[in-house]
């Protein structure tokens, strides 16, 4: 330490000494940030207001299970996918509108929400599909004029999963992309391999840069909603890993760059079901918000997190996550715990960023899948998002 200070005394005289000493000794005071906190962004979230649409039909359809939302800025439309199998009309989405305002308080809060129009998934052919082929859950938007939809198909009834992209207007397939063979139940009774049933593609995010009618290549994202059938870990105490698939879609061309695991909650006690329901990106860098949802003797407990993919081992080589050695998974952040606000939580499915606040906040929109049970609403839920970058 001595020759140090005879170095800096000689170099920069005795004031340079005084100084190299109090930043040494100021950076002392500093406080220490983990390496993981720097993971994540200084996400934080808050409810603004809840919103119950009523049970209704529209165009000869019944408006419910609205199990993903997405959201086009340039023409303040949302968009709402309907998981309906074609029971109270065909596989569709609808258009929505939501109207924003200040309350009494100051505080944002919805002023109207009304459906606009709906739009039905037709083959490459245009034919409406049959009943039961699709499973809609998850829905994103291009941009090029499309939306991109994953259907979590029958395994009971041997109907894959499938990852489709739509006209936007027409609801006509314009491109079925290929799902990886270990997605796929397999003919074995029971399956070995592949999604296990009503637990397949539930989630669906994009990244599209420019503006709708562009053509650049975008990355697409995702997850099925819980283990795989060769990923399953029988022990309740431990933890199941979903696969999370991150895409680069072109014209004329995908390909997937990575997939990774994705760590669920342990299943919370008296549960029937459990996982994760929704995906959003939030930023190109490879943050996400997740809904993860458990339902059971106790009703819903819904919990909202910002997931870090960075560093998180590609898995796509591995034919089983069970027993696999060395994966680093998506690390995630708790952000809300929808048991500890005001409001109980529904069947929540879908969320997307929406429009700025009358306030000038950042809206996140989340929707609840009411599961098309008579006089039961849709829930849609305001929250504010603060510390996006």
Known sequence: MEGARGWIRARY????????????????????????????LPLAVEVLDVYNLPPQDFQNTTVGGLSALAY?????????????????????FYTMAMVFGLGDDGQ????????????????????????GQLDPEGLALSPRN?????????????????????????????TDFRIPDRFLPDDVDPPTRGVRNNLSFESLSNVAPGTAGQTEPFRLFMATESALTQDYEADPYQPLHSRFLHYLIGEEQSTLIAEHAYPLDLEPSGAVVNGLTELLVVDPGGHFLALERAFGLR??????????????????TLASLRGAAGISPIRKQPLLNFADTSLPPDNLEGLTLGPRLPDGSQSLVVISDNNFEPGRPTQIILLRLQGLP
Do not use: H
Not at 14 to 34: H, N, R, V, Y
Not at 151 to 158: F, K, T
């Open 13 to 40: 005289g005795a004031w340079g000494l005084a100084l190299a000493l109090a930043l040494a000794l100021g950076s002392c005071a500093i406080p220490q940030i983990k390496a993981e906190e720097r993971l994540f």
């Open 72 to 92: 086009d800025r340039s023409v303040d439309q949302f968009y709402a996918l309907s998981d309906d199998r074609g029971r109270f009309g065909p596989p569709r």
């Open 108 to 131: 944002p809060q919805f002023k109207n929400v009304s459906i606009q129009s709906v739009t039905s998934f037709s083959d490459a052919e245009g034919n409406p599909y049959p009943q």
């Open 146 to 174: 499309t939306v991109l939809m994953s259907s979590e198909g029958d395994a009971d009834q041997g109907i894959p999963p499938f990852l489709g992209e739509f006209d936007r207007a027409t609801g006509r397939l314009v």
């Open 299 to 316: 009703g819903f407990n819904v919990r909202l997190y910002q997931l870090a993919t960075g560093g998180a081992t590609d898995t796509s």
